[in-house]
C-alpha cells in the first residue's frame, strides 16, 4: 500500500500549473463534502422557519416595488422600457440580488466555517463549491418567481428564456469570482464587507437595475463602463426580448472572469493558512 | 506485517504568534502578500511576536504514541495544529505519510437544527468519508454512541455528552495511519472514556499517534515516549514516559500553604522531612520504602487546655486525598515549652507510589475535634522508584509458587 506523503513548511510551492492541480484535485475530491455542507446550510435554514424561501426574494421584491410605487404614482418619471415596468424593475432587482449574493457568497461560508476551519483540514475549495450549490439553489427558486411574474403581466414567454439559467450561470460565476478574490482580506478586516456593501448600493444606481441606460449624458458613459450593466442587460435581455445591445460587452467580462476565478482560487488556497492562524476561533 | 517507516517527522519546527490583534491583522496582510511570491525569506520575530513553538524536532513510527504535555500555553495545541496543516510553520518541516486522522474536535460541522443521523453525514463529510462509506457505517457509528433511540433528534436536544459520542463516534471509524488527539477525551462520563481508550487501543498497533492531554495517568496508560513543552521549547523527550511525568509535576511544585481555618491559638512554624533522601533538594525526596518521618513545630498564641490532636492527611499530585496518618493519643506525650509545640511523627515503610506528594493538616481539640487550625498543602515531597505506577500505592509483595 502506497502511502501519500504530505509535506508542511514555510515556504509556498509557487508553480502555477501544479497549485492550479492540487486546487482542482481537492474541488473534485471535496465534491461530496460540498454537497453535503450545501444540503445541512439549505434544510438547516428552511428548518428553522416558518417562511423559508419567501426571505431569498423579499429584498429584491420590496426594492422592486417601492421603485414600482414611485414610477406609477408619477414622483419620478422613467424612461420607458419596452416592457411592463413592473417586470422591468422585478427582474433588474431580481438578477442584481443574485449577483450581490454571489460575490458575499464566498467570503460568507468560510466565516461561517471559521470554528471547523480552525480544528479540522479539509479541503477548503468544498465551501466555495457548496457556496455556488446555494446559489444556483436560491436561484432556481428566483426562476420561478420570473417565470410567475411574466405570465401573470402577459409577457409573452419565448424560446430565449430557455439560455436565461445559462445567464444566471454566469452571474453566479463572475460574482463569485470577485467575491473570492476578496475574500482573503475580507476575512482579516471586517471593513472589506461594509466597504463592499455600501459600495454595491450605489453601484446598483450606476447600473441598469431599475432603469434603463440613459440616450446621453455622463450617467450614459459611466454605465456603459460598468461591466455589471452587460451582466444585468444581456440576462435580462433573454427574458423580455430586448435588442442585445452589449452582448459582446458581456462576452468580454465573461472571458475575463475565468482567469479571475483561477487567480482567486489560488490566492485563496495560498491564504487559508494565514487566515486560520489569525482568525483562530 | 512489520512496518519500520517513519510516518511522522518533525525537524525544526516554529511557529511565532502575535500578541496584539491588530498587529497580527497587519502582519497578516502582508503575510498575504510575502505567500503570493513564495514565501522564501527567513522568518525572524516582529515587534511583539513571539515563538509559540520553537525548534520542535521528533520522529514517530508505526505503533508508537507520543504525548506532548506541558502546562497551559506551552504550545501543545498550536504544535498539533501545525501537524495537522491548519497552521503554516514558520520554519522546518513537517513529513506525513499516510491518511491523517484529527481528533480536535468532535463533532466539528454539526448543525443543530438537523437530526443527528444528518449529521453524521455533515461530520463525516468533513472528516473525508465518501457517501458510500458513511451509509456503510452508519449503523455501526449509531450503534458505538449508543443513541439508537435518540438519532431522529435535532442535535441541539442532545446532551452535551451525547454530542461528544456521536462525534467519536464518528471519528473512531477513520483508519487513520497518523492520528493527532487533543484533550477530547476529558469529557464524557466514564463509561465513554473507557470505550474511547478501547477504541485507541485496538488502532494504536497500526498507528503512530501523537496525544494530547493535561491527565497524566492517561497519557502514561497510553504513550510510550513523551514531549515536555515548556514555553514553545521542548524541554524533555524520549521514550522514557515516568521522567517526563516526573519534571512535569516539578513544575507545579511552588504551590504555596493556604490556611483554610485558624481560631488564633496556634501557627505553624516549621514542617520538615527529618530522613531526606539527599539532602538540599528543592523537593524534599525519600525513596519507596523508606519510613516517613515528618517534624512540626507551632507557636501558641492562646493557652491550650490540652495537647491538640493532629491529623495529617496525604494527598497525590491531582489532589486526591491517599492516606491519613493515624491521630495522636493524649498520652502520645507531646508537651508544650515556651509557646512552642514540636513533634515528629514516624510511619514506617512508606509504600507510597513513585510521585510528588503533599500534606494537609487538621488540628483540633476535645471529643468534639473542634478545629483549631486547618491549612493545605503544608509540605510537599517526592518518592523515588524506578517504576511509574498510577494508583497512589504501591504495595511490597512476594510470590510463591505452591
Known amino acids: 500500500m502506497a502511502l501519500e506523503t504530505r509535506i508542511y513548511q514555510k515556504e509556498q510551492q509557487t508553480r502555477l500549473g501544479k497549485l492550479l492541480k492540487t486546487s482542482f484535485q481537492d474541488i473534485y475530491s471535496s465534491r461530496f463534502l460540498s454537497l453535503q455542507l450545501a444540503k445541512r446550510d439549505i434544510k438547516a435554514q428552511y428548518r428553522q422557519s416558518y417562511f423559508g424561501i419567501v426571505w431569498a426574494f423579499i429584498t429584491p421584491l420590496t426594492t422592486a416595488l417601492v421603485w414600482i410605487f414611485l414610477n406609477q404614482t408619477g414622483v419620478i418619471t422613467l424612461t420607458a422600457t419596452g416592457v411592463p415596468y413592473p417586470v422591468y424593475a422585478f427582474t433588474g432587482t431580481l438578477i ?46 428566483k426562476l420561478v418567481l420570473i417565470v410567475v411574474f411574466l405570465m401573470v403581466y402577459g409577457v409573452p414567454l419565448q424560446g430565449l428564456l430557455l439560455l436565461f439559467p445559462l445567464a444566471l450561470l454566469c452571474v453566479v460565476f463572475f460574482g463569485t469570482s470577485v467575491g473570492l478574490l476578496i475574500t482573503p482580506l475580507g476575512l482579516l478586516y471586517n471593513d472589506i464587507a461594509k466597504m463592499i456593501g455600501l459600495g454595491m448600493r450605489f453601484l446598483m444606481y450606476a447600473s441598469p437595475v431599475v432603469y434603463v441606460v440613459p440616450k446621453s449624458g455622463i450617467m450614459k458613459t459611466i454605465m456603459e463602463w460598468n461591466p455589471l450593466t452587460a451582466l444585468i442587460t444581456v440576462t435580462r435581455d433573454l427574458i423580455i426580448g430586448g435588442a442585445f445591445d452589449y452582448l459582446y460587452y458581456f462576452m468580454w467580462v465573461m472571458m475575463a472572469s475565468l482567469p479571475l476565478f483561477l487567480i482567486a482560487l489560488l490566492f485563496y488556497r495560498v491564504s487559508i493558512p494565514i487566515l486560520v492562524e489569525r482568525m483562530n476561533a | ?33 510575502s505567500n503570493v511570491f513564495g514565501n522564501v525569506k527567513a522568518r525572524h520575530l516582529r515587534p511583539k511576536e513571539f515563538w509559540a513553538v520553537k525548534d520542535i524536532s521528533f520522529e514517530l513510527r508505526r505503533g508508537e504514541c507520543l504525548g506532548l504535555i506541558g502546562h497551559n500555553g506551552a504550545g501543545k495545541s498550536t504544535l498539533l495544529k501545525i501537524l495537522n496543516g491548519l497552521l503554516q510553520p514558520d520554519a522546518g518541516t513537517v513529513t506525513i505519510r499516510g491518511r491523517v486522522g484529527a481528533l480536535i474536535e468532535l463533532g466539528a460541522g454539526f448543525n443543530p437544527i438537523l437530526t443527528g443521523r444528518e449529521n453524521i453525514y455533515n461530520n463525516g463529510a468533513i472528516l473525508g468519508f465518501t457517501k458510500r462509506e458513511i451509509d456503510s457505517k452508519l449503523e455501526t457509528i449509531i450503534a458505538f454512541s449508543e443513541l439508537e433511540d435518540f438519532i431522529d433528534m435535532p442535535v441541539q436536544h442532545y446532551s452535551s455528552g451525547m454530542k461528544v459520542r456521536l462525534g467519536f463516534g464518528i471519528a473512531a471509524q477513520m483508519e487513520p495511519d497518523v492520528l493527532l488527539i487533543d484533550e477530547v477525551l476529558a469529557v464524557g462520563d466514564l463509561g465513554f472514556i473507557m470505550k474511547c481508550f478501547k477504541t485507541i487501543d485496538s488502532i494504536l498497533p497500526h498507528t503512530a499517534i501523537v496525544f494530547v492531554s493535561h491527565s497524566m495517568p492517561m497519557v502514561s496508560r497510553v504513550c510510550n515516549k513523551i514531549m515536555l513543552l515548556s514555553h514553545g521549547e521542548s524541554l524533555f523527550y524520549k521514550s522514557d514516559v515516568a521522567k517526563g511525568i516526573d519534571i512535569y509535576y516539578s513544575q507545579f511544585n511552588h504551590a504555596k500553604s493556604t490556611v483554610v481555618f485558624s481560631d488564633h491559638s496556634l501557627v505553624l512554624m516549621q514542617t520538615k522531612l527529618m530522613n531526606p533522601h539527599v539532602e538540599d533538594q528543592p523537593l524534599p525526596q525519600l525513596n519507596w520504602g523508606d519510613d516517613l518521618q515528618l517534624y512540626f513545630e507551632f507557636r501558641i498564641e492562646k493557652a491550650l487546655q490540652r495537647c491538640p490532636i493532629f491529623r495529617i492527611i496525604i494527598l497525590d499530585k491531582e489532589l486526591r486525598e491517599v ?62 522508584h524506578e517504576t511509574e505506577t498510577w494508583p497512589p500505592f504501591l504495595l511490597n509483595a512476594s510470590y510463591a509458587q505452591c
Open chain 2, 1 to 33: 506485517m512489520k512496518d519500520d517507516k517513519v510516518l511522522l517527522a518533525v525537524e525544526g519546527l516554529s511557529k511565532k504568534f502575535c500578541k496584539d490583534l491588530k498587529t497580527s491583522l497587519w502582519y497578516g496582510l502582508k503575510d498575504l502578500y
Open chain 1, 96 to 141: 442584481w440580488s443574485i449577483l450581490i449574493d454571489s460575490i458575499n457568497s464566498p467570503t460568507s461560508s468560510t466565516n461561517s466555517a471559521r470554528s471547523i476551519l480552525s480544528k479540522i483540514n479539509f479541503p477548503k475549495e468544498a465551501l466555495i463549491v457548496s457556496g455556488i450549490y446555494k446559489l444556483l439553489f436560491n436561484s432556481c427558486v
Open chain 2, 323 to 384: 492516606a491519613v496518618l493515624e491521630e495522636n493519643e493524649d498520652a502520645s506525650g507531646i508537651t508544650i515549652t515556651q509557646d512552642l509545640l514540636c513533634f515528629t511523627v514516624c510511619h514506617k515503610r512508606l509504600e507510597l507510589s513513585k510521585g510528588v506528594y503533599s500534606i494537609d493538616l487538621l488540628v483540633a481539640t476535645g471529643k468534639m475535634r473542634a478545629p483549631l487550625l486547618r491549612q493545605n498543602n503544608i509540605f510537599q515531597f517526592q518518592i523515588l
